[in-house]
């Protein structure tokens, strides 16, 4: 059996442990340690497909500027189709490759 001092320094975990149940963890406390190694994973990765890239810094940027510059103009390709085939507008409703739309 405990005693009054023993029951003074028992914490609410100590309690519910006495009792049988446990602490309910919340949302945040099981989901931001995955969202953090996920985090540390991807910039591992990142950093270990820059070392082993096998065209200079300046090429390789370039590349991807390209490529990036290219999947922008395809999409801004399909918003001014999608928009054509819904509003019927023609070409007055195109929008520039490398301008946003709201």
Do not use: C, H, Y
Request: glycine share 14%.
């Amino acid at each position: 059996m405990l005693s009054l001092k023993d029951l003074k320094k028992l914490d609410r975990d100590d309690l519910l442990d006495l009792v049988g149940l446990e602490t309910r963890r919340t949302t945040a406390e099981a989901t931001l340690p995955a969202l953090g190694i996920f985090a540390a994973g991807l910039l591992v990765g990142v950093g270990v497909g820059l070392l082993l890239a096998d065209k200079p810094g300046t090429q390789l940027r370039g590349d991807l500027r390209t490529r990036l510059q290219g999947g922008q103009d395809k999409l801004v390709g399909a918003i001014n189709n999608a928009r054509g085939t819904e509003t019927q507008q023609g070409a007055g409703s195109t929008v520039p490759p490398g301008s946003r739309t709201t």
